[in-house]
């Protein structure tokens, strides 16, 4: 008989171990890689990494909430489940398990369209906090159909990719010769390819839902996409599986959180897998952070019930955190809680878990 999940899991740790146990390793090296050279991937731990805390004293923190409010919902941790791509290829039931542990647990969780059916999802998770993220694969006709689909099934924003203009090279994938069905088609990366800004604009002015902006990176565009009445900058580098080179996202984000200047709330993922990473997004000013390989390592390592102890884990890691950082709830945090320092461990996609041996 199998253990029950807070047994089987007492630390992250464990959960990334066994997803790398039971992956065949095409699969476990697809979801850890990036692109290229995999510097993005490095520089977005890097910059997680280069954050050191100043913690005060003295402050009552007998009891600390860690949730907070979004989509008119209160959410048990200021996280979501960021969209992955196929999840099935880890775990059985893709994107309508993920989103079932999500709604166990109480945290929104964002399906790429690139995932499991809307439908099969809604009916899964009927009451979970349900974002749509849409690759454009078709002409306006194909997005407004997308769209309303996704209002019928319930999803209470829409989340529009704005940074795949085709793919990128992923040469782990490449040396392996694993090839995700569907993943490299260029037919429907000429329509990523020929996205702009005309498509928010039809999305604001046709539907009456949030509007999420995923793969912004810079100052400039953060401020179009406030002109156009973006409601969610989603700051996102895909992991490091999209343009090598680029900046590591929490080296981005106090620029982003201050170009939107509260005329949108700020969304982060990249690299984030500990709570301690989580705490410091939030005290630049990032609204929500996005969880994508851990959710993945979780799928992989037992299903529903490693997700959502998985997400128990992070917000244990979260409380403590805060606990001693003299904080007991997120709007205390702020930028002075921080201070640049230097790294102590190599940059990789699993350095935050260094008692991992998986070579």
């Not at 941790?77 to 059985?92: K, N, S």
Request: aromatic letters at 6%; charged letters at 25%.
């Amino acid at each position: 008989m199998a253990r029950p999940a807070s047994e089987e899991f007492e630390s992250l740790h464990e959960i990334v171990a066994k997803a790398h146990q039971v992956l065949p390793k095409e699969k476990w090296e697809s979801l850890i890689g990036g692109s290229e050279t995999e510097t993005t991937l490095k520089r977005n731990r890097l910059a997680i990494d280069t954050i050191a805390f100043k913690p005060r004293v003295l402050r009552n923190v007998s009891a600390v909430d860690a949730s907070v409010g979004h989509f008119g919902r209160t959410l048990r941790l200021p996280v979501f489940l960021a969209p992955t791509g196929p999840l099935d290829l880890f775990g059985v039931g893709g994107g309508a398990t993920v989103a079932s542990a999500a709604e166990a647990f109480g945290v929104g969780h964002m399906l790429s369209s690139g995932c499991t059916p809307l439908e099969a999802v809604a009916e899964a998770a009927p009451s979970a906090l349900r974002l749509a993220q849409l690759y454009v694969r078709g002409d306006d006709t194909f997005v407004r159909e997308y769209i309303d689909r996704a209002i019928i099934c319930g999803c209470e924003a829409i989340c529009l990719t704005v940074d795949t203009a085709i793919l990128a090279r992923r040469d782990r994938d490449i040396t392996n010769r694993y090839r995700i069905a569907g993943l490299a088609k260029q037919s429907w990366h000429a329509f990523q390819a020929g996205l702009d800004w005309k498509t928010a604009k039809l999305i604001k002015e046709s539907y009456d839902v949030p509007l999420v902006l995923k793969g912004i990176a810079t100052v400039e565009d953060t401020r179009i996409a406030i002109d156009h009445g973006v409601d969610w900058i989603y700051l996102s580098n895909h992991g490091g599986r999209q343009l090598d080179h680029g900046r590591g996202t929490m080296d981005v984000l106090p620029e982003i959180v201050d170009a939107a200047a509260g005329n949108a709330k700020v969304m982060v993922d990249g690299g984030f897998c500990r709570g301690a990473d989580i705490v410091k997004a939030l005290a630049i000013g990032a609204d929500l952070v996005g969880l994508g390989r851990m959710q993945c390592y979780a799928l992989a390592a037992g299903g529903q019930s490693a997700i959502v102890r998985m997400l128990e884990l992070i917000e244990d890691e979260i409380v403590r955190c805060m606990t001693l950082l003299g904080v007991a709830s997120i709007r205390e945090l702020d930028r002075s809680y921080l201070h640049p320092a230097a790294s102590v461990v190599e940059p990789s996609v699993l350095s935050a878990f260094p008692l991992l041996d998986l070579s």
